[in-house]
């Protein structure tokens, strides 16, 4: 049982260049996550995603796509990586259940994070 | 929408004695609380959670936190801490129904022998 699974864990691009983050879990979650981590801002949230085939902005979503063709898999994409993208970026995924009580909402599982630089 | 604040981003202890984070949240509609644990070049991992229930939870490692609904505070504290509590600690607050978390800037513990 792997939990949350990133791929890269670390990458360095130019200015311009394209590229996709893998995120991948096991735990049949529904919901997945997208953060990106940067010194002194804590988490802010890129998008995510409520089940296979939809997905919804975050916080911070400009500059980002993302596509969860399957339940397991949630990709993060730069179309034209930019310096000011260069983050630690978190995957992230949690079981909801729908009977609405407290224990609906369950903590998240985070994967170890992508360290992608820009230059 | 909610927001998070933890006030204070860095906190320096000595080995042994007790610390608190602290943590307030903006609504005080019904939420969900979290406190999660990040340690160098790792995710974050939970480190203890409010759904209902009793105000005062508890983690395995000696943490504890108190939902406090008046003050809208969700205080992390431990009474004596060691070299490898060392280590950045997030808050987080989602409203009921919401599943989206709202997280703070984060506070980075440090301890000295």
């Known amino acids: 049982n792997a939990g949350v699974t990133q791929t890269p864990k670390f990458r360095v691009l130019k200015t311009g260049q394209s590229m996709t983050l893998l995120c991948a879990q096991d735990?049949?979650?529904?919901?997945m996550y997208w953060y990106r981590q940067d010194p002194g801002m804590g988490l802010r949230l890129i998008h995510y995603s409520v089940g296979e085939g939809t997905t919804a902005k975050g916080e911070v979503p400009d500059g980002y796509n993302v596509s969860r063709l399957k339940k397991q898999n949630f990709l993060l994409g730069l179309e034209s990586a930019a310096p000011s993208q260069t983050s630690v970026y978190f995957c992230?995924?949690?079981?909801?259940?729908?009977?609405?009580?407290?224990?609906?909402?369950?903590?998240?599982?985070f994967g170890d994070g992508t360290r992608l630089s820009i230059l | 929408a909610q927001s998070v604040t933890q006030l204070d981003s860095q906190v320096p202890v000595f080995e042994e004695a007790p610390v608190e984070l602290r943590c307030n949240y903006s609504?005080?509609?019904?939420?969900?609380l979290f406190w999660y644990v990040q340690y160098p070049n790792q995710g974050l991992q939970l480190l203890l959670k409010?759904?209902?229930?009793?105000?005062l939870v508890k983690s395995i490692n000696g943490f504890e936190a108190e939902f406090n609904k008046s003050q809208t505070s969700f205080h992390l504290r431990k009474p004596s801490v060691h070299i490898s509590d060392t280590a950045e600690y997030f808050c987080?607050?989602?409203?009921?129904?919401?599943?989206?978390?709202?997280f703070g800037r984060g506070t980075s513990l440090i301890v000295h022998p």
């Open positions: 987080a607050v989602s409203d009921r129904g919401s599943y989206i978390p709202t």
């Open positions: 609504s005080s509609v019904s939420v969900y």
């Open positions: 409010y759904l209902s229930g009793s105000t």
């Open positions: 735990m049949n979650h529904e919901y």
């Open positions: 992230a995924s949690s079981y909801i259940s729908r009977t609405g009580g407290p224990d609906s909402n369950q903590p998240q599982h």
